[in-house]
T-cell receptor, first 111, second 113 residues
Framework: QKEVEQDPGPLSVPEGAIVSLNCTYS??????FMWYRQYSRKGPELLMY????GNKEDGRFTAQVDKSSKYISLFIRDSQPSDSATYLC???????????FGKGTRLHILP | DADVTQTPRNRITKTGKRIMLECSQT?????MYWYRQDPGLGLRLIYY???????NKGEISDGYSVSRQAQAKFSLSLESAIPNQTALYFC????????????FGPGTRLTVL
């Protein structure tokens, strides 16, 4: 079993819809959970960061962590065509350890 | 100017050639990383360095070497390039207290014929 699993998509949704992106993981030692967004021909950039379990909201984006299920989610409300990108989950055990990325989910928001 | 720069941005080379990819950063970060990205395989860590005297192998270091010339510079070398090293290569940095918030360069697209 891979440490981090993420459906590669592509996922196509109409503009204005709520998008749900997910990752599962196997290592219960992970404490830090991140979502990176990567536009075409660009490097990834940090979108959301969560420590341990719970929810974190930033504008239209909500990151959710369920450590008991080893499952993390990113919700995008009122999706826009500009949200079309690849979203990579990432996680780490502590702030001195390397982080492990998921393979990324390609998201297309249809105008 | 970009905080993390990579040179070259694109490179086509032949099997057996030695290639160096360079990364420079102006963020003042101690930690630097090299990743490769392949379709269907995601981002995989090649090497990372927590300071100038610290170099660590990542998930897929075979066939690669690195040099941390200064705090701001971290280069990746392919001693004898092979076609399956064709990929998109990213350099990233993070500050001394975390690995979770990484800042990525624009990437180098390398093709080995």
């Amino acid at each position: 079993q891979k440490e981090v699993e993420q459906d590669p998509g592509p996922l196509s949704v109409p503009e204005g819809a709520i998008v749900s992106l997910n990752c599962t993981y196997s290592n219960s030692a992970f404490q830090y959970f991140m979502w990176y967004r990567q536009y075409s021909r660009k490097g990834p950039e940090l979108l959301m960061y969560t420590y341990s379990s719970g929810n974190k909201e930033d504008g239209r984006f909500t990151a959710q962590v369920d450590k008991s299920s080893k499952y993390i989610s990113l919700f995008i409300r009122d999706s826009q065509p500009s949200d079309s990108a690849t979203y990579l989950c990432a996680m780490g055990r502590n702030r001195d350890d390397k982080i492990i990325f998921g393979k990324g989910t390609r998201l297309h928001i249809l105008p | 100017d970009a905080d993390v720069t990579q040179t070259p941005r694109n490179r086509i080379t032949k099997t057996g050639k030695r290639i160096m990819l360079e990364c420079s950063q102006t963020k003042g970060h101690d930690r630097m990383y090299w990743y490769r990205q392949d379709p269907g395989l995601g981002l995989r860590l090649i090497y990372y360095s927590f300071d100038v005297k610290d170099i660590n192998k990542g998930e897929i270091s075979d066939g690669y070497s690195v040099s941390r010339q200064a705090q701001a510079k971290f280069s990746l070398s392919l001693e004898s390039a092979i076609p399956n090293q064709t990929a998109l290569y990213f350099c990233a940095t993070s500050d001394a207290h975390s690995t979770d918030t990484q800042y990525f360069g624009p990437g180098t697209r390398l093709t080995v014929l």
